[in-house]
């Protein structure tokens, strides 16, 4: 038994002293990162479309290092930057942006629209955005320009190593089911039934980011939709989170993590990480104190009930200090508030991070050959 189990133990030994010996962990360098989504992601491609979902004047940006507006809808960094910053990454440029060409490809790209969802009919009071289908034009379009940049063989190399990061599911039940009393898609479906079309289309989405070469992908679920300022400020009598979209949220939330699993099954690999947002928000804002935040339920910039009400302006109320306050404007958590959650994907538990927080897939991912 015990001279068994030395024997094994050596030739795991021995298997890792060649792995660490053939693989030069991080040679390759920095990691290219890809961003699909709505405005919790968006960078900046608002400003180049017809849209009125957009934030693109002051005070937007303003804990930027410029201190400008630069589409992000944040005081300064959103989550993409905070991911790119931890795997010591530049951050990603918009795709639309004039900017990202020739070796700037290499870095990634961000093709994440403010205002879209799942489903198309989201969000169509914007106008002119990025539905999922049209980000996955440009992404194949990407692909072209950087296979023309560095030969086809190294784009899809590229593209297979590269982590992904997927957040939806928001505006679709605030911009659609939950937009109005009574909206077509209430009209439609239950709020369980209308999560599980959700899912449904939600996979579908996924599918195809696999077909085009994507590997790892961080899925979000969405964050407690019920509590942004937004939502107090129109739906909750003493500032208590709203039942109705919290529930909502509890119950598309654990479909995504079931949906995720299912794919990794029927693809044989973790692909997809889905990321308990709903809970990492939930963290400071049951207890804003202990995150060094003074409250959780006024937005920093905004006016009216909660500062919840309208969109941040140059003549709204805006807070003195940003990093107390754990939303910026009536939907988006602030830069320091992003900095928790980004945390959390790096090294939350697996109750957070569905199978595994990003570190281990760090670590994993720097062993491959
Ligand atoms: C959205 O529209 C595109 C293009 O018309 C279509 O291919 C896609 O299936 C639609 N998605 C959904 C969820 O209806
Ligand atoms: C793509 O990545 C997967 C898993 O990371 C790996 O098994 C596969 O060999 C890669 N394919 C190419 C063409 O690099
Ligand atoms: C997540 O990451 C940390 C390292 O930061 C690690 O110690 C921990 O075990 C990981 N947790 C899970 C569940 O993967």
């Given at each position: 038994m015990m001279s068994g189990t030395r024997v094994v133990l050596m030739r795991l030994l021995s298997l890792v002293v060649v792995v660490t010996f053939v693989c030069t962990k991080g040679a390759e360098g920095a990691r290219a990162f890809f961003v699909f989504g709505d405005s919790l992601v968006?960078?900046?491609?608002?400003?180049?479309?017809?849209?009125?979902?957009?934030?693109?004047?002051?005070?937007?940006?303003?804990?930027y290092p410029t201190h400008r507006?630069?589409?992000?809808?944040?005081?300064?960094?959103n989550l993409p930057d905070l991911i790119s910053q931890h795997i010591g990454s530049e951050s990603t440029l918009p795709?639309?942006?004039?900017?990202?060409s020739g070796q700037k490809l290499l870095v990634g790209a961000n093709f994440a629209s403010a205002?879209?969802?799942?489903?198309?009919?989201?969000?169509?009071?914007?106008?002119?955005i990025l539905r999922m289908f049209q980000q996955f034009a440009l992404f194949e379009q990407y692909q072209q320009r950087l296979s023309a940049e560095v030969g086809a063989a190294q784009a899809k190399r590229l593209v297979n190593g590269t982590l992904v990061l997927v957040t939806l599911g928001g505006n679709d039940f605030v911009?659609?089911?939950?937009?109005?009393?009574?909206?077509a898609r209430s009209r439609q479906f239950t709020v369980p039934q209308f999560c599980r079309y959700l899912i449904s289309e939600y996979r579908n989405i996924l599918m195809r980011l696999y077909e085009l070469g994507a590997r790892r992908v961080l899925v979000t679920g969405t964050g407690?939709?019920?509590?942004v300022p937004s939502q107090l400020a129109t739906r909750s009598r003493n500032g208590e989170c709203v039942p109705q979209l919290q529930e909502a949220s509890q119950i598309f939330n654990p479909l995504l993590v079931q949906m995720t699993r299912q794919i990794n099954s029927q693809v044989g690999s973790e692909v997809f990480v889905a990321v308990n947002a709903f809970q990492m928000n939930m963290n400071f804002i049951t207890d804003p104190q202990r995150f060094g935040?003074?409250?959780?339920?006024?937005?920093?910039?905004?006016?009216?009930r909660f500062n919840g009400l309208g969109t941040c302006t140059a003549v709204s109320n805006l807070c003195p200090?940003?990093?107390?306050?754990?939303?910026?404007?009536?939907y988006h958590p602030s830069q320091r508030a992003l900095g928790f959650i980004v945390r959390g994907i790096f090294s939350g538990t697996s109750d957070i991070m569905?199978?595994?927080?990003l570190s281990t897939i760090m670590a994993f991912d720097s062993n491959i050959c």
């Open positions: 968006d960078s900046g491609n608002n400003d180049y479309l017809p849209t009125t979902a957009r934030a693109d004047s002051p005070p937007y940006g303003t804990d507006p630069t589409g992000r809808f944040s005081n300064g960094y795709y639309l942006s004039p900017q990202l205002g879209i969802g799942i489903l198309n009919d989201t969000g169509i009071q914007f106008v002119g911009n659609n089911y939950f937009l109005t009393p009574v909206s407690p939709l019920g509590c935040f003074v409250t959780s339920k006024i937005a920093c910039c905004g006016q009216g200090n940003r990093d107390t306050y754990a939303f910026w404007d009536a569905t199978p595994m927080n």
